[in-house]
């Protein structure tokens, strides 16, 4: 039995959390729609800068993935096909690095790296938006409109950030993974 004196506290408190409660599950209903659109828009303006000559964008055949890649199809104004957006994962010096590949023609159009967990100031610098030392584009930006039968080697046409050869390495093996399924999907054969 709960004793009277503390009944009308135990009432308030109630109240107020039940007042509480409600005021949450209202802000809820109202700021979901805007995230959701907020999260469509970002969306829909990242895969514009990887392909650009696109329109609109749907899902490669809804909830299929191919290699437990996700797929994008971008499409120009008169509904054709302009490319491919295609997720894939590269394995740098700190782990995982997820990233989504625009592709068009014979060509890489554009690159996103979405995450990754390289060392600061030395890997980390595959996001950096400045141009690299010496150079006139980014590191993401040397990809731009590389064709796809590059070997994506830092040996051969990655130009590597120094001292983070590995990463370096680690997003090119990630582009060409996505490479080979755009392949397969455009039925691109190899040239010798």
């Not at 299929?64 to 491919?84: C, M, P």
């Not at 400045?130 to 990809?143: D, H, I, K, S």
Request: hydrophobic letters at 40%; one cysteine or more.
């Amino acid at each position: 039995m709960i004793p009277t004196h503390i009944r009308p506290q135990i009432l308030f408190i109630s109240r107020l959390v039940l007042i509480c409660a409600f005021l949450l599950f209202g802000v809820n209903l109202m700021t979901s729609t805007l995230i959701q659109n907020h999260l469509r828009q970002d969306r829909q303006t990242s895969f514009s800068k990887l392909l650009p000559t696109a329109a609109s964008f749907s899902p490669y055949a809804k909830n299929r993935t191919l290699e437990n890649a996700s797929i994008i199809i971008g499409w120009d104004k008169a509904h054709k096909k302009t490319g491919y957006i295609i997720s894939s994962t590269g394995h740098g010096y700190g782990g995982p690095i997820r990233l989504l590949v625009g592709f068009s023609g014979s060509k890489v159009t554009r690159i996103q790296i979405l995450s990754h967990v390289e060392t600061t100031g030395m890997g980390s610098l595959i996001t950096h938006p400045e141009p690299m030392t010496g150079r006139a584009f980014t590191f993401q930006g040397q990809f731009n409109n590389k064709s796809i039968f590059d070997r994506f080697s830092t040996h051969e046409d990655i130009i590597a950030l120094s001292g983070a050869t590995i990463t370096s390495q680690g997003v090119g093996d990630g582009i060409l993974a996505a490479v080979k399924i755009y392949r397969r999907l455009e039925n691109v054969q190899y040239e010798d």
